[in-house]
């Protein structure tokens, strides 16, 4: 079984910076694109950031510049550098993986998220 789990979300005044991680353990065999995602109270989850197994990335324009994403392959793991947080960027956090594991099944999994919360 592979699962996913994100760390390191918590309570951050505006300005500041937070560093999330998320690590897929189990029986994985490789990992293609790894994303992040959030969604707000009463809004839709939405794509913040996304890298594939080559590296290349991409981000919302609301992040750009200020949200890094990267990974250590192995490690299997995905990070997501956020400076220059605001109020708006509060939201749960959630982890994306498209997965191949030891039993060459391709899984899409979602991570529980960790929360992130930016005061004004």
């Known amino acids: 079984q592979v699962q996913l789990a994100e760390s390191g979300g918590g309570l951050v005044q505006a300005g500041g910076s937070l560093r999330l991680s998320c690590v897929a353990s189990g029986s994985v065999f490789s990992i293609n694109v790894m994303s992040w995602y959030r969604q707000a109270p009463g809004k839709q989850r939405e794509l913040v950031a996304h890298?594939?197994?080559?590296?290349?990335?991409n981000y919302a324009d609301s992040v750009k510049g200020r949200f890094t994403i990267s990974r250590d392959s192995a490690k299997n793991t995905v990070y997501l550098q956020m400076n220059s947080l605001k109020p708006e960027d509060t939201a749960r956090y959630y982890c994306n993986a498209f997965i191949l594991d030891l039993q060459s099944r391709n899984l899409g999994l979602w991570g529980q998220g960790t929360l992130v919360t930016v005061s004004s």
């Open positions: 890298i594939t197994s080559g590296g290349s990335t």
